[in-house]
C-alpha cells in the first residue's frame, strides 16, 4: 500500500470564501485523496480488530479518529498551504488545463480503496522505453513522493506509539517513541525511492510520451516548485507529524 500512499496530497479546505486557493484544492483532487485516505485508515482499522486486544484496539481507533479527524487535518493543512503558497494561479492554471485534469484522474484512481486492494501484494512491472525512463526519472526528481510516503508512514506509526504509551505508561517517554519515528525517516524515504520510477510508470501510465514531459516541465519549473514544497508542507502539518496525539487536543 505504501507504494501508493506516496501520491496522496489527501488534504484539502472548505472555506466559507471561494480565491484561487480554494479553487485548486478542488481541482487537484484534494477532496478525492482525502476521503481515500480516510477509507484507507478504516481499512487499517479493521484489518487490527482481530489481532490486538481489545483495549489496545480501542486506543489505537481513538488516536487514529482524533489525529486524522477530516476538519482538524483541513484546518491545519490549510494554514500552511496558504502560508507557503503565495501565488496558487500558477498551479492552478496547470491543473485547470486538459493535462493537469488528467493527471489529477491518473492519480485519483490509483489511490481508489478497489484500486489499493487490488494492489496490495505489490505493482506489476512496467517497462519502457529510453526517452519515457528519462522523463520519469525527471519526474521522480521534481515531485516530493519520497517524502510525502515517508510522512504517511510515520504519521500512522506515531499513533500506534500514542497508543503503546497510552496502555504502558512511561514505556516511551521523554520523547523516545518520536526519536525512534524519525529515525526511519531516511530509510522510509530509501525503501520508497527504490521503487518509485515504477510506481510513477504505473501511476501516469495513461499520459503520452508528451503529456509526460509536459508535466514534468511543470513540476520542474519555479512555479511547480513552490506548489509541491507547499503542498509537502500542508501533507506534514495535517497529517501532524512530530506531534502526540495528547498534544493535539489542547
Known sequence: MRRLLVVLFMFCTVPAWADSHDQLYKVAGWPEQRAHFTDALKAAQQRYQNSLPPAVFQALVNNSNQRFAPQAMDQRAEAHLRQNLADPKPALDFFQSPLGRKVVAAELLATRPDQLAKNAQGLPHFDAGNSRLLIIGHLAQALPA????????????????????????????????????????????????????????????????????????????????????????????????????SSLAR
Open 146 to 245: 519520497r517524502e510525502a510516503g515517508a510522512e504517511v508512514s510515520l504519521a500512522i506509526a506515531g499513533v500506534a506509539a500514542d497508543s503503546l504509551s497510552q496502555m504502558l505508561p512511561g514505556l516511551l517517554g521523554g520523547g523516545q517513541a518520536q526519536g525512534m519515528l524519525d529515525n526511519q525517516r531516511e530509510r522510509l524515504m530509501q525503501q520508497i525511492g527504490n521503487d518509485l520510477n515504477n510506481t510513477l510508470l504505473y501511476v501516469y501510465r495513461d499520459l503520452s510520451d508528451p503529456e509526460l514531459d509536459e508535466f514534468a516541465t511543470f513540476a520542474e519549473s519555479p512555479q511547480g516548485k513552490a506548489y509541491y514544497q507547499a503542498a509537502l508542507s500542508a501533507i506534514r502539518a495535517g497529517l501532524a507529524v512530530g506531534q502526540s496525539t
